[in-house]
Nanobody, 114 residues
Framework: QVQLVESGGGLVQAGGSLRLSCTTS????????MAWYRQAPGKQRELVAS???????NYADSVKGRFTLSRDNAKNTLYLQMNSLKPEDTAVYYC????????WGQGTQVTVSS
């Protein structure tokens, strides 16, 4: 079973930036499409951004132009650079596979104050 460990969250003011990291325990990270998801209080988990094994990226409309997803296959790590953060970005952020979904990690809390 692949383990996922998210980090990099925190409390920032609106307009600020954070960089999230997700380390995975698989040495086959490079073959998987990966994604960042988030879950705000009282809401369902939603897909924020995804990246294919060929590094093609897709973003939810709500984050397009502000978030950038990247991957380092040598480190089995996924990143999410978040700029121009808004209070509505407040959520717990999780990474996981895009089509192959493993057990969820603990996530990392992102809180954006207005």
């Amino acid at each position: 079973q692949v383990q996922l460990v998210e980090s990099g969250g925190g409390l920032v003011q609106a307009g600020g930036s954070l960089r999230l990291s997700c380390t995975t325990s698989t040495n086959f990270f490079y073959i998987y499409g990966m994604a960042w998801y988030r879950q705000a209080p009282g809401k369902q988990r939603e897909l924020v951004a995804s990246i294919s094994s060929g590094e093609r990226t897709n973003y939810a409309d709500s984050v397009k132009g502000r978030f950038t997803l990247s991957r380092d296959n040598a480190k089995n790590t996924l990143y999410l650079q978040m700029n121009s953060l808004k209070p509505e970005d407040t959520a717990v952020y999780y990474c996981n596979g895009l089509t192959k979904v493993w057990s969820w990690g603990q996530g990392t809390q992102v809180t954006v104050s207005s």
